[in-house]
T-cell receptor
Framework: GAVVSQHPSRVICKSGTSVKIECRSL??????MFWYRQFPKQSLMLMATSNEGSKATYEQGVEKDKFLINHASLTLSTLTVTSAHPEDSSFYICSARRQGVTYNEQFFGPGTRLTVL | AQRVTQPEKLLSVFKGAPVELKCNYSYSGSPELFWYVQYSRQRLQLLLR??SRESIKGFTADLNKGETSFHLKKPFAQEEDSAMYYC???????????FGTGTKLQVIP
């Protein structure tokens, strides 16, 4: 099967610092990866679509200067939360779309729990 | 704009009873609809997709374009079916996914 990993699984940081979260597709290439945010007991909210070799596409209301996305290779996308504040505390999930398949299937990472003190 | 609606936040059924998790969508194009499941402390995973018309773990879902619905059904609920279920619509050139708010299924022994 297709596996997507995220690192770290949880991170605690001080307010004002930056945090980088990695999303890797382990056994397939992904031209497109997605970053979601999930609040407690709520659904996933798409933050941005990350495309290998080009700029990410951000959803309305998501600050691109705060949530920096870099899709440097076909197996790696990173989300950097810059100058983090307590309200950025959340569960961040990435997914990767497997290249070349007929179905529009996404494979999800296990998520990263970010806590900003 | 596309939207996915799951009207029930929580659905409790007894073991062996039929299950129906409702999902309605709004989309101007040709939709691709999916059900995802998230078991306790596990990642989100694909349950089934409308295009393949498959049955997974006894669950089925039929796309009804007239009613713009994609309800998830299972004739006899099992305890291991207890989880969060998300209906999702895939669209757009980059295959953007819009999720419903999710329904927590609780199967009572």
């Amino acid at each position: 099967g297709a596996v997507v990993s995220q690192h770290p699984s949880r991170v605690i940081c001080k307010s004002g610092t930056s945090v980088k979260i990695e999303c890797r597709s382990l056994d397939f290439q992904a031209t497109t990866m997605f970053w979601y945010r999930q609040f407690p007991k709520q659904s996933l909210m798409l933050m941005a679509t990350s495309n290998e070799g080009s700029k990410a596409t951000y959803e309305q209301g998501v600050e691109k200067d705060k949530f920096l996305i870099n899709h440097a290779s076909l197996t790696l996308s990173t989300l950097t939360v810059t100058s983090a504040h307590p309200e950025d505390s959340s569960f961040y999930i990435c997914s990767a779309r497997r290249q070349g398949v007929t179905y529009n299937e996404q494979f999800f990472g296990p998520g990263t729990r970010l806590t900003v003190l | 704009a596309q939207r996915v609606t799951q009207p029930e936040k929580l659905l409790s059924v007894f073991k062996g009873a039929p299950v129906e998790l409702k999902c309605n969508y709004s989309y101007s194009g040709s939709p691709e609809l999916f059900w995802y499941v998230q078991y306790s402390r596990q990642r989100l995973q694909l349950l089934l997709r409308h295009i393949s018309r498959e049955s997974i773990k006894g669950f089925t879902a039929d796309l009804n374009k007239g009613e713009t619905s994609f309800h998830l059904k299972k004739p006899f609920a099992q305890e291991e079916d207890s989880a969060m279920y998300y209906c999702a619509l895939h669209s757009g050139g980059y295959q953007k996914v819009t999720f419903g708010t999710g329904t927590k299924l609780q199967v009572i022994p």
